[in-house]
């Protein structure tokens, strides 16, 4: 092999490397082959839980618990459904693309292009996964475009690392949000996080779970983790397959910009359309009154909530697309993407309402405390997020469930709440690397399928797995009960 090509593995690196390659399609092809969709696991787990329902509560109580349960989740569903969709209408901004394509440009060697997607991609997850998702793809397809030293799956496999890695410790993490906001959380679990007084609001704020200093130093180990795993597995030039070796066209992506605008002849009906007027104004008195919000908040972190949140990027989406005509298009395209969470948040929410509502959350919680204790709960819950993700691949509604009966534990147990959340968050987002479910917006920009990623993710999966085990066990020692 020549000086400076050297791979990441020495020795019999080649033969490794097909190894890894071997295993992701096998899993992959399993995986295909025996899992459903993530929406028959919602059905599957209704019936389940009314059958166990049924043995701690009478039939009318599981089946309006259930009913009223279902309906309560609504304005959750709208607002994760937005977060989607205002990622989607950022990235594809032109001044964000335009930014994005000069960032594409900085990247010289293959293993460098590779560690630069990996640590966009973590780092805009932090801050909102859904425009992370289809920036970091985009970026990795302009990266992959200008460097065709770089091997195109890392490429692919890299821009997907946020939403394995810390995506859900972050300021858009569903889990996160919802604790801290009233109109997305239901009754029951306010009444098991308030638990008899003890925290009288029945939430949990961001200071509590994304601001803890234990929250903020498992990111900041992940970054450096993740980042040194991208470094190794990043196949050399003489190992790499660009898009080309692929068979993948790499034609222009198309941001959503005043081509057409200007092209054609406008009518006087149409004009306010494509005038930026109208966006100036909104966007411009959106922002003020975000301002004035975070100003009369009791702090910065409290002001920072789910609906605050999504109202900031669609006003910076407003402004960016500048003309209502590129923001309605860019709305239009972004839609589709949210199917799976209007379609699935109901039936987690008439389960979450079946698990309060009968009592059964007491007795799952009873079972966690049986087989741990105070030190042992937090690496426990961490393994049971993981392997639930991997058949419930959807964050907030799967914490839904999980959280009646999770809290209850960690109260008995006398665990920090806001860590336990936090917890819950790491081992979810493990789950991502090894089920493909999220990957799918991801694959469609790149044009690329599971197989050709999940290699390289099962490589991260297994490295931070232990470590994420080791911080939560060791920096859940350090905190206080409640809060």
């Known amino acids: 092999m020549p000086a400076g090509c050297s791979s990441p593995l020495s020795g019999s690196s080649e033969e490794k490397e097909s190894v890894l390659s071997r295993i992701a399609l096998q899993f992959t092809s399993w995986s295909e082959r025996y899992i459903p969709d993530a929406y028959i696991f919602a059905l599957l787990a209704t019936l389940f839980i009314f059958a166990v329902s049924m043995t701690v509560a009478p039939a009318d109580i599981v089946l309006t618990s259930w009913g009223t349960g279902f309906w309560e989740l609504i304005p959750f569903t709208m607002q994760m459904s937005l977060i989607i969709i205002t990622g989607y209408v950022l990235a594809t901004a032109k001044p964000v693309f335009l930014l994005i394509v000069r960032?594409?440009?900085l990247p010289k060697s293959p293993r460098g292009a590779v560690l630069l997607v990996a640590l966009f991609s973590m780092l805009t997850s932090w801050f909102n996964w859904g425009f992370s998702l289809i920036i970091s793809a985009i970026l990795a397809r302009e990266v992959g475009r200008r460097n065709s030293r770089a091997d195109y799956r890392a490429l692919a496999a890299a821009s997907f690392l946020g939403q394995g890695s810390m995506w859900a410790q972050g300021l858009s993490g569903s889990a996160n949000l919802q604790m801290c906001t009233k109109e997305a959380l239901q009754p029951g679990i306010r009444e098991v996080v308030a638990r008899g007084g003890l925290i009288p609001s029945g939430l949990i704020g961001l200071e509590h779970t994304v601001f803890l200093w234990q929250t903020l130093l498992t990111v900041v180990v992940e970054i450096v983790l993740v980042g040194l795993v991208v470094w190794w597995f990043a196949p050399s030039e003489a190992f790499a397959k660009n898009a080309k070796a692929l068979n993948i066209n790499l034609g222009?992506?198309?941001?959503?910009?005043?081509?057409s605008e200007s092209l054609r002849k406008k009518t006087p009906g149409e004009w306010l359309e494509y005038s930026p007027l109208l966006n100036i104004l909104i966007g411009g008195i959106g922002l003020l009154y975000l301002l004035?919000?975070?100003?009369?908040?009791?702090?910065?972190?409290?002001?920072?909530?789910?609906?605050?949140?999504?109202?900031?990027?669609?006003?910076?989406?407003?402004?960016?697309?500048?003309?209502?005509?590129?923001?309605?298009?860019?709305?239009?395209?972004?839609?589709?993407?949210?199917w799976g969470a209007i379609l699935q948040f109901p039936f987690y929410a008439g389960i979450a309402g079946m698990i309060t509502g009968t009592g059964l959350n007491e007795k799952i919680a009873g079972f966690f405390v049986s087989i741990s204790n105070q030190v042992t709960f937090a690496p426990i819950i961490a393994i049971y997020s993981t392997i639930l993700g991997?058949?419930?691949?959807?964050?907030?509604?799967?914490?839904?469930?999980?959280?009646?009966?999770?809290?209850?534990a960690a109260h008995d147990l006398k665990v920090h709440l806001g860590w336990v959340v936090s917890v819950y968050n790491l081992g979810e987002a493990l789950a991502n690397l090894i089920q493909p479910f999220w990957m799918v917006p991801v694959l469609a920009i790149l044009g690329l399928k599971a197989r050709d990623v999940m290699g390289y993710t099962a490589v991260v999966f297994l490295v931070l797995l232990p470590a994420v085990l080791i911080m939560v066990t060791v920096l859940g020692m350090t905190l206080p009960y409640p809060l």
């Not at 100003?295 to 209502?324: E, K």
């Not at 469930?401 to 209850?408: G, K, N, R, W």
């Open 390 to 408: 991997v058949f419930v691949p959807s964050g907030g509604s799967k914490w839904v469930i999980e959280a009646p009966y999770v809290l209850t």
């Open 252 to 259: 222009e992506f198309e941001a959503v910009d005043s081509k």
């Open 103 to 105: 960032l594409a440009e």
């Open 292 to 338: 004035v919000t975070l100003a009369r908040a009791p702090s910065l972190i409290s002001g920072i909530t789910l609906n605050n949140l999504n109202f900031f990027f669609m006003m910076i989406g407003i402004l960016l697309h500048w003309t209502p005509h590129r923001l309605m298009r860019a709305f239009k395209d972004a839609t589709p993407s949210v």
